[in-house]
């Protein structure tokens, strides 16, 4: 059995990872994989907060035993069967960083594929979004401009035209 889950940034459309796994998997091997393709720190504790239907947290799974098993010991396929159709995945825990993973369903196995895969890509890793990065899906209405538009204007300053603007020429001699 081969599942999908997308991973999103709550609250930016600009976001988004598609992953294919195999059920019998781990989250560890999950984790991995995820931490690979989206240049997470490597030195950093991760974590599994799995979230039910309801979005009620059912269990945490991490390096160590948290009560239901470790991350290296639990599989994606029990997860499912236990009703767990998402997670916060803490990606740094000693800062709290996180991306969004949600089970999306199964898929079809792929020949000559190594799971998990990486489907589906949008936008930049987690990391641009910290630095200020904004996709454009993200930006207000009053923000979006469209280059073919009459009134659309490259240089979008909140400066009066009238104002005046000095400019220094490094050749000019001292007086």
Request: charged share 35%; net charge negative; hydrophobic share 35%.
């Amino acid at each position: 059995m081969v599942l999908r889950y997308r991973v999103s940034l709550p609250g930016i459309k600009g976001f988004a990872r598609v992953y294919e796994i195999k059920g019998s998997s781990s989250l560890y091997s999950f984790s991995k994989q995820m931490r690979a393709d989206m240049n997470f720190p490597q030195d950093q504790m991760v974590l599994f907060k799995a979230l039910d239907e309801a979005g009620a947290v059912s269990a945490r799974y991490g390096m160590f035993d948290l009560g239901a098993g470790t991350i290296d010991s639990v599989t994606v396929e029990q997860t499912l069967k236990k009703g767990e159709v998402s997670f916060v995945y803490f990606y740094d825990t000693t800062n709290a960083k996180s991306v969004i993973v949600t089970y999306e369903g199964e898929a079809e196995l792929r020949a000559n594929v190594v799971y998990p895969i990486l489907t589906e890509v949008k936008g930049p890793d987690p990391e641009e979004f910290e630095n200020g990065y904004v996709a454009f899906e993200d930006l207000p209405d009053d923000k979006k401009k469209d280059p073919e538009d009459e009134d659309w204007d490259d240089d979008d300053t909140d400066q009066d035209d009238e104002s005046e603007e000095e400019i220094f020429d490094g050749d000019e001699d001292d007086e």
